[in-house]
Protein backbone atom coordinates (compact mmCIF):
# COMPACT_ATOMS: atom_id res chain seq x y z
CA UNK A 1 0.00 0.00 0.00
CA UNK A 2 1.10 3.64 -0.85
CA UNK A 3 2.30 5.10 2.47
CA UNK A 4 3.95 7.92 4.53
CA UNK A 5 6.44 6.19 6.90
CA UNK A 6 8.51 8.07 9.84
CA UNK A 7 11.64 6.23 11.30
CA UNK A 8 11.98 6.03 14.18
CA UNK A 9 8.47 5.92 15.78
CA UNK A 10 10.09 6.78 18.80
CA UNK A 11 13.28 8.28 19.86
CA UNK A 12 15.60 9.42 22.47
CA UNK A 13 18.22 11.88 22.34
CA UNK A 14 19.97 14.18 25.52
CA UNK A 15 19.58 17.99 26.00
CA UNK A 16 22.08 19.40 22.93
CA UNK A 17 22.78 16.88 21.21
CA UNK A 18 21.92 16.83 17.53
CA UNK A 19 19.08 14.64 16.45
CA UNK A 20 17.49 13.73 12.70
CA UNK A 21 13.96 12.52 11.82
CA UNK A 22 12.87 10.90 8.64
CA UNK A 23 9.82 10.48 6.57
CA UNK A 24 9.83 8.67 3.40
CA UNK A 25 6.78 8.79 1.02
CA UNK A 26 6.00 6.27 -1.80
CA UNK A 27 2.86 8.32 -2.91
CA UNK A 28 4.78 9.79 -5.08
CA UNK A 29 3.28 13.30 -4.00
CA UNK A 30 4.85 16.94 -4.48
CA UNK A 31 4.25 18.49 -1.04
CA UNK A 32 5.77 17.34 2.17
CA UNK A 33 4.87 18.76 5.17
CA UNK A 34 6.36 18.94 9.33
CA UNK A 35 4.55 19.15 11.83
CA UNK A 36 4.84 19.18 15.83
CA UNK A 37 2.72 18.37 18.20
CA UNK A 38 3.19 18.93 21.65
CA UNK A 39 0.75 17.12 24.46
CA UNK A 40 -2.90 18.00 23.56
CA UNK A 41 -2.19 20.72 21.57
CA UNK A 42 -2.59 20.67 17.79
CA UNK A 43 -0.12 20.09 15.00
CA UNK A 44 1.67 23.21 14.27
CA UNK A 45 3.30 23.36 10.80
CA UNK A 46 6.95 23.66 10.91
CA UNK A 47 7.47 23.99 7.64
CA UNK A 48 6.69 22.02 3.51
CA UNK A 49 8.55 21.70 0.61
CA UNK A 50 6.53 22.08 -3.09
CA UNK A 51 9.08 19.85 -4.62
CA UNK A 52 12.53 20.95 -3.55
CA UNK A 53 10.96 24.51 -2.66
CA UNK A 54 11.32 25.11 0.93
CA UNK A 55 8.51 27.11 2.73
CA UNK A 56 9.52 27.84 6.77
CA UNK A 57 6.73 29.25 8.77
CA UNK A 58 7.86 32.47 10.35
CA UNK A 59 7.59 31.26 14.09
CA UNK A 60 9.70 28.17 13.01
CA UNK A 61 12.83 28.45 15.20
CA UNK A 62 16.55 28.48 13.79
CA UNK A 63 16.91 25.39 15.54
CA UNK A 64 14.92 23.47 13.40
CA UNK A 65 16.19 22.19 9.87
CA UNK A 66 14.62 20.42 7.03
CA UNK A 67 16.47 18.56 3.53
CA UNK A 68 14.64 16.74 1.49
CA UNK A 69 17.27 15.32 -1.00
CA UNK A 70 14.43 13.60 -3.33
CA UNK A 71 10.98 13.29 -3.88
CA UNK A 72 10.29 10.12 -1.43
CA UNK A 73 12.03 11.22 1.25
CA UNK A 74 12.11 14.48 3.72
CA UNK A 75 14.39 14.80 7.11
CA UNK A 76 14.18 16.83 9.87
CA UNK A 77 16.99 17.80 12.05
CA UNK A 78 17.09 19.23 15.47
CA UNK A 79 20.62 20.87 15.55
CA UNK A 80 20.27 21.73 19.66
CA UNK A 81 17.10 19.84 21.31
CA UNK A 82 16.00 21.50 24.26
CA UNK A 83 13.46 20.17 26.85
CA UNK A 84 10.64 22.41 24.92
CA UNK A 85 11.50 20.04 21.50
CA UNK A 86 10.42 16.72 22.98
CA UNK A 87 7.02 16.52 20.77
CA UNK A 88 5.67 14.00 18.49
CA UNK A 89 6.47 14.72 14.89
CA UNK A 90 4.06 14.60 11.84
CA UNK A 91 5.55 14.27 8.45
CA UNK A 92 2.68 14.61 5.42
CA UNK A 93 2.29 14.74 2.04
CA UNK A 94 -0.66 15.87 -0.84
CA UNK A 95 -0.25 15.94 -3.82
CA UNK A 96 -0.27 19.63 -4.87
CA UNK A 97 0.51 22.24 -6.01
CA UNK A 98 -2.18 23.07 -8.38
CA UNK A 99 -4.31 20.44 -6.96
CA UNK A 100 -6.63 22.21 -4.67
CA UNK A 101 -8.55 20.42 -1.62
CA UNK A 102 -6.46 17.44 -1.46
CA UNK A 103 -6.25 15.69 1.81
CA UNK A 104 -3.09 15.85 3.17
CA UNK A 105 -1.72 11.63 3.94
CA UNK A 106 -0.24 11.54 7.55
CA UNK A 107 2.54 9.37 8.91
CA UNK A 108 2.36 7.44 12.28
CA UNK A 109 4.45 10.05 13.80
CA UNK A 110 7.74 10.02 15.52
CA UNK A 111 7.69 10.74 19.36
CA UNK A 112 10.37 12.98 20.39
CA UNK A 113 11.85 13.01 24.15
CA UNK A 114 14.87 14.90 25.53
CA UNK A 115 16.91 13.67 28.23
CA UNK B 1 -9.62 32.99 19.55
CA UNK B 2 -8.86 30.15 17.56
CA UNK B 3 -9.49 30.09 14.12
CA UNK B 4 -11.33 27.09 14.58
CA UNK B 5 -13.00 26.09 17.26
CA UNK B 6 -13.96 22.69 18.36
CA UNK B 7 -16.53 21.32 20.67
CA UNK B 8 -16.85 19.28 22.94
CA UNK B 9 -13.16 19.18 23.99
CA UNK B 10 -13.85 15.96 25.69
CA UNK B 11 -16.67 13.02 25.68
CA UNK B 12 -17.52 9.84 26.85
CA UNK B 13 -20.44 7.45 26.04
CA UNK B 14 -21.59 3.84 26.08
CA UNK B 15 -21.43 1.67 23.38
CA UNK B 16 -24.70 2.44 20.68
CA UNK B 17 -25.10 6.13 21.69
CA UNK B 18 -24.95 8.78 18.88
CA UNK B 19 -22.42 11.13 18.95
CA UNK B 20 -21.92 14.87 17.52
CA UNK B 21 -18.63 16.85 17.08
CA UNK B 22 -19.03 20.47 16.31
CA UNK B 23 -16.61 22.68 14.51
CA UNK B 24 -16.53 26.37 14.15
CA UNK B 25 -14.15 28.04 12.31
CA UNK B 26 -13.54 32.10 11.33
CA UNK B 27 -11.83 32.24 7.95
CA UNK B 28 -12.36 31.79 4.36
CA UNK B 29 -11.65 28.11 3.62
CA UNK B 30 -11.89 25.86 0.64
CA UNK B 31 -12.36 23.08 2.10
CA UNK B 32 -12.70 21.47 5.72
CA UNK B 33 -11.44 18.13 7.39
CA UNK B 34 -12.15 15.87 9.72
CA UNK B 35 -8.98 13.67 10.77
CA UNK B 36 -8.83 10.88 13.68
CA UNK B 37 -5.82 10.56 15.69
CA UNK B 38 -5.63 7.11 17.97
CA UNK B 39 -3.59 7.30 21.16
CA UNK B 40 0.15 7.74 20.47
CA UNK B 41 -0.29 7.11 16.84
CA UNK B 42 -0.11 9.18 13.62
CA UNK B 43 -3.33 11.07 12.14
CA UNK B 44 -5.97 9.67 9.34
CA UNK B 45 -7.99 11.64 7.16
CA UNK B 46 -12.07 10.63 7.58
CA UNK B 47 -13.40 13.44 5.56
CA UNK B 48 -13.05 16.52 3.38
CA UNK B 49 -15.83 19.06 2.71
CA UNK B 50 -16.57 21.80 0.92
CA UNK B 51 -20.30 21.25 1.02
CA UNK B 52 -23.25 19.11 2.29
CA UNK B 53 -22.83 15.90 3.37
CA UNK B 54 -20.79 12.65 3.36
CA UNK B 55 -21.30 9.40 4.87
CA UNK B 56 -18.40 6.39 5.62
CA UNK B 57 -20.20 3.78 7.47
CA UNK B 58 -21.40 4.96 10.80
CA UNK B 59 -19.54 8.53 10.36
CA UNK B 60 -21.51 11.18 8.89
CA UNK B 61 -19.91 14.55 8.28
CA UNK B 62 -21.97 17.51 7.23
CA UNK B 63 -20.74 21.35 6.83
CA UNK B 64 -22.78 24.46 6.22
CA UNK B 65 -20.46 27.42 4.68
CA UNK B 66 -22.59 29.93 5.50
CA UNK B 67 -23.01 29.72 9.22
CA UNK B 68 -18.96 28.40 9.08
CA UNK B 69 -19.83 25.57 10.98
CA UNK B 70 -19.54 21.54 10.81
CA UNK B 71 -20.51 18.37 12.62
CA UNK B 72 -19.03 15.00 12.59
CA UNK B 73 -21.79 12.28 13.84
CA UNK B 74 -20.88 8.82 14.47
CA UNK B 75 -23.66 6.31 15.00
CA UNK B 76 -23.78 3.25 16.78
CA UNK B 77 -20.69 3.78 19.01
CA UNK B 78 -18.14 1.64 19.66
CA UNK B 79 -15.01 1.32 22.16
CA UNK B 80 -13.23 1.37 18.75
CA UNK B 81 -13.96 4.97 18.22
CA UNK B 82 -12.41 6.15 21.11
CA UNK B 83 -9.67 8.22 19.58
CA UNK B 84 -8.98 12.28 19.25
CA UNK B 85 -10.96 13.66 16.48
CA UNK B 86 -9.81 16.81 14.72
CA UNK B 87 -11.16 19.50 12.47
CA UNK B 88 -8.75 21.02 10.43
CA UNK B 89 -9.47 23.99 7.58
CA UNK B 90 -7.66 24.35 4.61
CA UNK B 91 -6.85 28.08 3.59
CA UNK B 92 -8.67 29.35 0.65
CA UNK B 93 -5.79 29.52 -1.89
CA UNK B 94 -3.53 27.30 0.03
CA UNK B 95 -2.35 24.43 0.65
CA UNK B 96 -2.12 25.08 4.59
CA UNK B 97 -4.22 23.40 7.25
CA UNK B 98 -5.11 24.83 10.18
CA UNK B 99 -5.99 22.79 13.31
CA UNK B 100 -8.81 22.82 15.96
CA UNK B 101 -7.55 21.44 18.92
CA UNK B 102 -9.16 18.45 18.86
CA UNK B 103 -12.17 16.29 20.57
CA UNK B 104 -10.91 13.25 23.00
CA UNK B 105 -13.57 10.55 22.81
CA UNK B 106 -13.97 7.75 24.74
CA UNK B 107 -16.79 5.40 24.54
CA UNK B 108 -16.80 2.93 26.62
CA UNK B 109 -18.36 -1.12 26.34
Known amino acids: DAMVIQNPRYQVTQFGKPVTLSCSQT?????MYWYQQKSSQAPKLLFHYYDKDFNNEADTPDNFQSRRPNTSFCFLDIRSPGLGDAAMYLC??????????????FGDGTRLSIL | KNEVEQSPQNLTAQEGEFITINCSYSVGISALHWLQQHPGGGIVSLFM???GKKKHGRLIATINIQEKHSSLHITASHPRDSAVYICAVSIYNTDKLIFGTGTRLQVFP
Open chain 1, 27 to 31: LNHNV
Open chain 2, 49 to 51: LSS
Open chain 1, 92 to 105: ATSRGPGVRNQPQH
